[in-house]
T-cell receptor, first 114, second 113 residues
Framework: KNQVEQSPQSLIILEGKNCTLQ??????????LRWYKQDTGRGPVSLTI?????NTKSNGRYTATLDADTKQSSLHITASQLSDSASYIC?????????????FGRGTSLIVHP | KAGVTQTPRYLIKTRGQQVTLSCSPI?????VSWYQQTPGQGLQFLFE???????NKGNFPGRFSGRQFSNSRSEMNVSTLELGDSALYLC????????????FGDGTRLSIL
């Protein structure tokens, strides 16, 4: 069964600090991995997408890494801001039958305090 | 360019009723997919439509159905509502079939009393 596990479930940090969120998956056949940011009351917004051959992808202060051998990904947030308070969701897609089949993690809730 | 639009934003129903939710994709996007989000289960894939045809389906009962119109707008219907159907229903659009959820709407919050 395809699964995506995220840790920690929640995280509280001070503004300006860095943090790292983790995503472990058992999805086959692996196609790609996305990180989304979801603000309260809004839909998810894509931050990064990584395929099998990519190790690192950055989007401003967000840097995602992927280790396809160990089936692990991380999302590193640098110099956190209050606006980074949100839920971060890892999504791993398999390619099957002509479509991508997404499996979602349950997300990490990040709170940034001033 | 307008984003993905979902209506209504909030809805309250009672058990046994049925409900229809609407999703207008980004102009030019032909694929629409639907998701259910609950605190306990997180996001779960419901189904995907492309060119008015359902291309993929998640593991949900037949009470959940959908359709897509020639202008790519999509509707999702849930019949015989149960308390457990209370959730945020999100749709996402992408350019092509089998596309991944590139752009999400802000969802319809459905509450079942």
């Amino acid at each position: 069964k395809n699964q995506v596990e995220q840790s920690p479930q929640s995280l509280i940090i001070l503004e300006g600090k860095n943090c790292t969120l983790q995503c472990n998956y058992t999805v086959s056949p692996f196609s790609n991995l996305r990180w989304y940011k979801q603000d309260t009351g809004r839909g998810p917004v894509s931050l990064t997408i990584m395929t099998f051959s990519e190790n690192t992808k950055s989007n401003g202060r967000y840097t995602a890494t992927l280790d396809a051998d160990t089936k692990q990904s991380s999302l590193h947030i640098t110099a956190s801001q209050l606006s980074d308070s949100a839920s971060y969701i890892c999504v791993v897609s398999a390619w099957a039958g002509g479509s991508y089949i997404p499996t979602f993690g349950r997300g990490t809730s990040l709170i940034v305090h001033p | 360019k307008a984003g993905v639009t979902q209506t209504p934003r909030y809805l309250i129903k009672t058990r046994g009723q049925q409900v229809t939710l609407s999703c207008s994709p980004i102009s030019g996007h032909r694929s629409v997919s639907w998701y259910q989000q609950t605190p306990g289960q997180g996001l779960q894939f419901l189904f995907e439509y492309f060119s008015e045809t359902q291309r993929n389906k998640g593991n949900f009962p037949g009470r959940f159905s959908g359709r897509q119109f020639s202008n790519s707008r999509s509707e999702m219907n849930v019949s015989t509502l149960e308390l457990g159907d209370s959730a945020l229903y999100l749709c996402a659009s992408s350019l092509d079939q089998g596309g991944q959820p590139q752009h999400f709407g802000d969802g319809t919050r459905l509450s079942i009393l």
